[in-house]
């Protein structure tokens, strides 16, 4: 709706209430105006601090507005009418959830979005790249729950000998991180296909590196699935793991209360770990925190 449309509709609203309560309607027009007002002072602040932010920053929106644009096959105005999918219910079922979440098209986008600036998402990736120089030349990757494919390409660009496969339970983001991969120029070196990261279509000891970034926790057994990964992990390969803690969401289906649960984990499968960060951070729920794992398979 433009603004001149909405000044006239909301005149019109209070008129027909005008002549019965003159001054109610004329009380609720002024107290509306101050809010709109508001709002629009408001607005103007965040684009001053759009407009101070430096080149950098509007570079890394472009890139990955422009990524999602193709991914998705739509323009900016598609994306903003894209239907969020909102009909999660409380007994968190795997299956419900496969269907109401990951099986939309909203899905791939909208965790694609996330690297623009939520802050979990760019410190997956800063801790990915921290590690990249243990990784030899012509290494293996696995990514469990690639999701967009955003990490699975980052890891591709790094070095032109790497290969990386993966698994996602959503055919969405199969067709969305596949046409990412496309417009990057690194396809040919991947393979990847929708599955269950419970139930890998690999053999034992296949690959040189594990990846499993936000994943384990959307599944109700996340031992099972981190003992699959370790299955085909090579012995003396790293695995790569993000698990947030205290974040309760529909869509995750088992909730880890602290950092030292998370370790138990990783000890219970026989990952030696040798980095673990814990971040915290923000959200209008209240305060969670990310951890973050570098692993061998000894």
């Known amino acids: 709706m433009l603004y001149t449309d909405f000044e006239k509709t909301l005149e019109s609203r209070l008129e027909t209430r005008a002549d019965l309560y003159p001054h109610a309607s004329e009380y609720h027009r002024v107290r509306l105006e101050q809010t709109i007002h508001h709002l629009l002072n408001s607005i103007l602040a965040q684009t001053d601090a759009l407009m101070q932010q430096p080149d950098g920053s509007w570079t890394h929106t472009e890139e990955i507005v422009s990524d999602i644009l193709y991914c998705g096959e ?76 955003v990490l699975t390409a980052f890891i591709l660009e790094q070095d032109t000998s790497w290969r990386v496969e993966g698994v996602d339970i959503s055919r969405d983001c199969l067709h969305h991180a596949q046409r990412l991969l496309e417009k990057k120029k690194v396809l040919a070196r991947s393979e990847l296909s929708v599955a269950d990261v419970r139930s890998l279509p690999y053999p034992d000891d296949t690959f040189d590196v594990v990846i499993a970034v936000e994943v384990l926790e959307h599944i109700p057994d996340p031992e099972a699935g981190l003992a699959e990964a370790m299955r085909v992990l090579k012995p003396g390969g790293y695995a790569m793991t993000a698990l947030p803690v205290q974040l309760p969401m529909l869509m995750h289906l088992y909730d880890f209360d602290t950092p030292d649960e998370v370790l138990a984990l990783y000890e219970k499968v026989g990952l030696q770990v040798i980095d673990f960060e814990t971040k915290e951070f923000q959200r209008q729920a209240g305060p969670f925190m990310d951890t973050f794992a570098l692993s061998v398979n000894p």
Do not use: W
């Not at 903003?80 to 999660?88: K, Q, T, V, W």
């Not at 990736?125 to 120089?133: D, N, Q």
């Open 74 to 149: 739509m323009d900016v105005d598609q994306l903003f009418a894209l239907e969020i999918p909102n009909e999660l219910t409380a007994d968190r079922d795997f299956e419900a959830i496969k269907t109401k979440l990951y099986e939309t098209k909203y899905y791939p986008i909208g965790e694609h979005l996330n690297y623009i600036s939520f802050p979990p998402a760019l410190e997956r990736k800063a801790f990915i790249e921290k590690h990249f120089s243990r990784f030899k030349e012509k290494s293996h990757f696995c990514d469990l729950g690639f999701g967009p494919g």
